[in-house]
């Protein structure tokens, strides 16, 4: 393709400049360019992004919302309309996360294609190579979960300038997070039906025990235990304190708590994406 093309042409073009400081960043903002032009070129992964978390916030938020009530009749209406408004940051997090980590299987394809045959050999850091792949899933992810922000005043969050900004940061930090998970996944990854099998066992179970269906605080004491380890519960928190504020029981931690123990998890799961490039491309010679 003309675009793997041109990107591999410009990284390579870096050799004589290979430890400056502008290079580092000129190659990562070329992959972060790469990484948004060809997503946004495929219109139905644009579409299925968005429609699937709507339609699951949809039918599983109605359907909870009456099983999760007590009463009956008028207060059947109210449950259900509470719990589509509970569930409202779960879908969103969980458009972050189909979007993030669904971004990072171009891994896979730049290695079946050849184009990071072309990257690596190049003394074009291996941060950069990071940095820009990561920034170009996080980009779309944190763009695409914004956009569902849209839907919010639906279920009554009508929230402070101050409130939308620390969720708006929380939903970036969130999708820095999980896209350097996916990209330190994805880098061991040599075909997409692994990366699946990864997502399936392991990253779909860190989105349902983050307290995006039910409350942390209703989990029987195993699983409760398993949600307060799990990095994405405080996503999940400090989404919900910046869009519910007022409303007593959403959140259910610290807003600052929240956002160190999720600035912390992005942060390890960045350095593990750096760590797992440099193990991969650093081999012991013959």
Do not use: C
């Not at 996360?97 to 050999?121: A, C, H, K, W, Y």
């Not at 990366?195 to 942390?216: C, D, M, R, T």
């Not at 807003?255 to 992005?266: D, E, K, M, T, Y």
């Amino acid at each position: 393709m003309a675009t793997i093309a041109n990107s591999a042409t410009r990284l390579s073009e870096m050799r004589e400049h290979e430890r400056s400081g502008p290079v580092l960043w000129t190659a990562a903002y070329t992959l972060w360019v790469r990484e948004l032009v060809r997503f946004y070129r495929q219109k139905s992964r644009v579409v299925g992004v968005i429609a699937s978390p709507l339609l699951f916030w949809v039918v599983i938020g109605s359907g909870f919302g009456d099983s999760f009530s007590s009463g009956a009749g008028a207060g059947h209406a109210a449950a259900g309309s509470s719990y589509l408004r509970f569930f409202f940051p779960g879908a969103l997090v969980m458009i972050v996360l189909f979007t993030s980590i669904f971004s990072m299987m171009s891994l896979i394809q730049d290695r079946n294609e050849g184009f990071l045959l072309s990257v690596l050999p190049s003394p074009v850091s291996r941060a950069a190579i990071v940095l820009g792949k990561v920034m170009g899933g996080t980009t779309l992810a944190a763009v695409q979960g914004l956009m569902f922000l849209v839907f919010a005043p639906l279920v009554g969050v009508h929230g402070s300038v101050a409130g939308i900004t620390f969720a708006i940061a929380a939903t970036v930090l969130t999708a820095f997070a999980l896209t350097s998970l996916g990209f330190a996944i994805a880098w061991k990854m040599d075909s997409p039906q692994a990366f699946h099998a990864i997502i399936n066992l392991f990253l779909l179970p860190l989105w349902l025990l983050s307290g995006a269906l039910f409350p942390v605080a209703s989990a029987s004491g195993w699983l409760r235990a398993i949600m307060l380890v799990n990095p994405l519960t405080y996503g999940m928190d400090a989404l919900r304190t910046g869009l519910y504020p007022d409303a007593r029981g959403m959140a259910q931690f610290g807003p600052g708590l929240s956002l160190v123990i999720l600035a912390a998890f992005a942060a390890v799961v960045f350095l593990a994406a750096m760590m797992a490039v440099a193990k991969r491309t650093q081999k012991p010679a013959a």
